[in-house]
């Protein structure tokens, strides 16, 4: 097995609304804030070569919204899919299964495109499987007035109408073992419904894919929890659960929204679960 970062771009957003009720006086310590209150974000994908497989984890935005959507996430930066698949020597049509977190915009954007008329969206990976989960799935296309703004359709439906769309099992637990993309899955239910957090085994490492569990190292504190949570009280247990996990067995957290600091391991303290070692994905690729 093999895994690469792919980096799918860089943008901004509100650090209030980052860190929900915590004081800027406290979070902007690890995530500095611009003149506009706005943080640095990115979302760097992770690619798994694995036997004939290549899985693709999350897509970021894409590029098909427009200029005024764009506008209000002020990317940065000049990261694209493509041109972090290349490289690595492979190319967009190379993947054959693209595994969705969770479907909102900046974690699955990417997946779907315009055709070069720009009248028809399409898969963005022709030969790809796209992977959810039948519950998150229920949830992303009958949204609540919390969430529509970020389940955006021409980002969901065409995987279904493509006839390349498919679904994980769900766990009896918190824990699916052993799933079907090779890899076990924690489910956590706070930010969004049934989010999957990829838990993969690599040269005797447990590398954890992180999404919205834990965007960036400042939101390790348990109190320290999004804005974007639908349900924050429930975030607090799924993040001590599996920061506990991560502690006690050493798991490499990689962090998809994190722009500075790649793959962290953590430990225990008297303040609770906090920071050990910050990684470059070179250090553990």
């Not at 315009?114 to 799935?137: G, I, M, Q």
């Not at 955006?152 to 279904?160: A, F, R, T």
């Not at 960036?216 to 504190?221: E, M």
């Not at 993040?239 to 502690?247: C, D, G, M, S, V």
Request: aromatic share 12%; net charge negative; glycine share 8%.
């Amino acid at each position: 097995m093999n895994l690469y970062p792919i980096e799918a771009g860089n943008f901004k957003l509100d650090g209030g609304a980052m860190f929900g009720v915590v004081p800027k006086s406290l979070w902007q310590r690890t995530n500095p804030a611009d003149g506009n209150n706005m943080i640095d974000i990115s979302a760097r994908c992770l690619l798994i070569e694995d036997g004939g497989r290549l899985i693709l984890i999350d897509t970021g935005m894409g590029n098909k919204q427009s200029e005024k959507f764009y506008g209000y996430y002020h990317l940065w930066g000049n990261h694209s899919i493509d041109k972090s698949l290349a490289s690595f020597g492979f190319h967009r049509d190379d993947i054959t299964d693209v595994f969705m977190t969770h479907l909102h915009f900046d974690h699955c954007g990417g997946s779907i495109q315009y055709n070069k008329d720009r009248t028809v969206l399409e898969p963005a990976f022709k030969n790809a499987h796209f992977w959810s989960n039948k519950d998150h799935w229920v949830w992303a296309t009958s949204p609540n007035r919390r969430e529509k703004a970020s389940f955006l359709k021409e980002n969901i439906l065409p995987m279904e109408e493509s006839g390349q769309l498919k679904f994980t099992s769900l766990p009896n637990n918190s824990i699916l073992k052993n799933s079907e993309l090779g890899f076990d899955i924690f489910f956590a239910n706070g930010h969004t419904d049934k989010q999957m957090i990829p838990m993969i085994n690599y040269n005797g490492k447990t590398i954890c894919f992180m999404a919205d569990l834990l965007p960036t190292v400042g939101h390790l504190p348990i109190p320290f929890v999004m804005g974007y949570d639908t349900r924050p009280l429930l975030t607090l247990d799924e993040k001590e659960q599996f920061l506990n996990l991560a502690a006690n067995n050493n798991y490499y957290l990689f962090l998809e929204h994190d722009a500075h600091n790649p793959i962290i391991t953590v430990k225990h303290t008297e303040k609770g679960v906090r920071l050990n070692e910050t990684y470059t994905c070179k250090d553990i690729f």
